[in-house]
């Protein structure tokens, strides 16, 4: 019977089919395997089997055959029944040269291709369809690749990048500039301010709805058109069947690396949402793979990293196309690194699980499965905006707008215009302490959030970013990725309310300062500083609701931490040699810093590049 499970033809008929041919006992052919499998098969069922219904012994055996873990444990088989069972398809392994699950996927697939021989005929037999075609270009071994470039280059320019021809725009940025500088500026900021202004009210609860919340939702909700269109272009290439096309790619080449692609699928759901990629991995039956997927997944770029790539490419780059790609091919990278490194540790030692998938014909994107996946992703993350970034722009409000002027608590910005408590003296003791210029000295900086933060600093300096305002957006990123861009949005926002005036294009006003305060800080080398914290906040560890996820798959705590700790730690040392190394072609070398990074490259290249010892055991047996 004709069915397709794309447009949902013919499968209730197909289903009602087989329930009439099991009531009327008509006869079904019996599925059989080749020798060797049968063998084995017949082997297991006698030892381990037996005493079970007729109709499910076949079932268990091939599940057993298979390594099936929970089959394994419901049948609580003892310890020598297990040994045998395991010669049996050991030897079959060797027999047939493939591991046991390959072995019944492609018995099956033979046998279906054995029955289709006969009530199958292909149109224009001999002649090779319009996707094997296509199929003989995009994934070709050696142009697959950059035409994968090529295309996540064209989406993410059309998206976030640079403007396409001469004088003419790119999609998302045109609609975030107008999502910046009318709705975020003049609406939201502005707006709520004219307009509680006109009510009477109170100073402090003009900051907290226009210079906390507001101006921290705004700063966030000024990335959604870009990544709508994000989501639109990656629903495009998943729904017309070029995605699975890159998996069977991505599998070619995370095998020499000791992952499955299987481990690209989680990736891939990843780009929309860490937690469902966490969640994804539940498909990868090997344990160490499994586990080694969770620990890598989340380097990808998910949604609610794309506001922190926008930023630093927008405020530092002039909105390089080419920022916003490369965020996305370091995270392929920090996957394929940490894959080879870590599978030549004993934790996650042996061979990746195997993969096999049916690629669909290349057809016309179903409209309605692209619209409904791209408002999908894009709600989850406005209703994160309308949450989390609510909470966290209020705390990161308060914090950094009160605190504890020469001995008087209050708003820092009131406290220092009276000049008998914020005395010259107490502005030389300030500067000293932040070490900075006193002509430099902000009331934000006597706030309670800068004076816990600027000791924590001193984390990220060897990065080229230790100041307490990328200190707190980093440490916020933590709770949700998009509080790194609303943290630096209240921040900026009431660091330069000096006239209504100004307030008009917020959007513009915060990354003029964020590539203002990244120059100074960084010692002019703003660029640089920039891209290490995209590194670092892109690899480090995820949000707390993915890290919720990591710790419900790994069922483990101490998984859960080590997992936490390499995101975390990793992050950190590539960050440090971006930054470090970098210098030496920017000017403004440290020869400790530089020493010490090349170090840590060594040290990673040794990793790299050592031999595999169980791989090399078992190529001499």
Excluded at 332 to 351: E, H, N, Q, R, Y
Excluded at 604 to 611: A, D, R, Y
Aim: glycine share 10%; net charge negative.
């Amino acid at each position: 019977m004709e069915i397709s499970a794309l447009k949902g033809d013919g499968i209730k008929d197909a289903a009602l089919a087989a329930i009439e041919t099991a009531k009327n006992g008509k006869t079904i052919p019996q599925h059989s395997f080749s020798g060797p499998v049968e063998h084995a098969l017949a082997h297991i069922e006698e030892v381990t089997v037996h005493d079970l219904p007729e109709e499910r012994q076949r079932w268990y055996a091939i599940k057993l055959f298979e390594r099936d873990e929970k089959v394994l444990e419901s049948l609580h088989l003892g310890a020598s029944v297990k040994s045998h069972i395991e010669q049996d398809i050991a030897a079959c392994e060797k027999e047939l040269d493939d591991d046991a699950e390959s072995i019944i996927t492609n018995e099956r697939y033979v046998y279906i291709g054995e029955t289709l021989k006969g009530i199958y005929r292909k149109k224009g037999k001999g002649q090779l369809s319009v996707s094997d075609k296509i199929d003989k270009v995009v994934t070709n071994r050696i142009l697959a690749l950059p035409i994968f470039v090529g295309v996540m280059a064209l989406v993410y320019a059309l998206s976030m990048g640079a403007p396409i021809g001469d004088g003419g725009i790119s999609i998302g940025t045109f609609l975030t500039d107008w999502a910046n500088d009318v709705l975020g500026g003049a609406w939201l900021t502005d707006g709520s301010r004219a307009l509680l202004e006109s009510w009477g009210a109170a100073p402090w609860l003009i900051g907290l709805i226009s210079d906390g919340i507001l101006a921290g939702v705004g700063a966030v909700l000024g990335f959604v058109p870009q990544m709508l269109v994000l989501f639109l272009m990656l629903c495009l290439l998943e729904d017309c069947g070029y995605m699975a096309r890159i998996a069977f790619i991505m599998d070619r080449i995370f095998r020499r690396f000791g992952l499955s692609g299987k481990s690209f699928i989680p990736m891939l759901v990843g780009m929309g949402c860490g937690v469902p990629g966490v969640m994804a991995t539940r498909t990868i039956e090997n344990e160490r793979d499994r586990r080694m997927t969770i620990m890598t997944t989340t380097f990808i770029p998910c949604g609610a990293k794309m506001p922190i790539i926008g930023l630093i490419a927008g405020a530092l780059f002039g909105g390089s196309t080419w920022i916003a790609v490369s965020a996305y091919f370091i995270g392929i990278a920090a996957i394929v690194i940490s894959g080879i490194m870590l599978k030549k540790t004993k934790m996650f030692a042996g061979d990746p699980a195997p993969f096999v998938m049916e690629l669909p014909a290349y057809h016309l994107p179903a409209w309605g499965n692209v619209l409904r996946g791209t408002w999908e992703r894009g709600w989850s993350f406005i209703k994160r905006a309308g949450t989390v970034i609510v909470l966290a722009s209020i705390v990161i409000w308060f914090l950094s707008g009160f605190g504890s002027v020469n001995g008087h608590f209050g708003m820092v910005e009131e406290l220092y215009e009276d000049e008998s408590i914020a005395t010259d003296e107490y502005i030389a003791s300030v500067a000293e302490r932040m070490n900075i210029p006193e002509d430099e000295v902000e009331p934000m900086d006597d706030s309670i959030l800068a004076r816990f933060a600027q000791p924590v600093s001193v984390v990220f300096k060897p990065l080229g970013f230790g100041d307490w305002k990328p200190t707190v957006a980093s440490v916020t990123g933590l709770v949700a990725k998009e509080d790194v861009v609303g943290t630096f949005g209240v921040l900026y926002a009431y660091d330069d309310q000096e006239g209504e005036e100004e307030l008009e294009e917020n959007g513009d006003q915060i990354w003029d300062k964020v590539q203002e305060d990244f120059e100074t800080f960084s010692g002019g080398h703003g660029k640089l500083a920039a891209f290490a914290f995209m590194i670092f906040n892109l690899l480090c560890a995820p949000c707390f609701a993915a890290i919720g996820a990591i710790k419900r798959e790994m069922n483990n705590r101490k998984w859960t931490w080590f997992a936490i700790a390499y995101q975390c730690g990793f992050a950190w040392v590539m960050a440090f040699i971006v930054w470090q190394v970098g210098r030496l072609f920017a000017g403004g070398m440290n020869v400790v810093g530089l020493v010490i990074a090349l170090i840590l490259l060594g040290l990673l290249c040794w990793q790299l590049f050592k031999p595999y010892k169980e791989s090399q055991k078992l190529t001499v047996q």
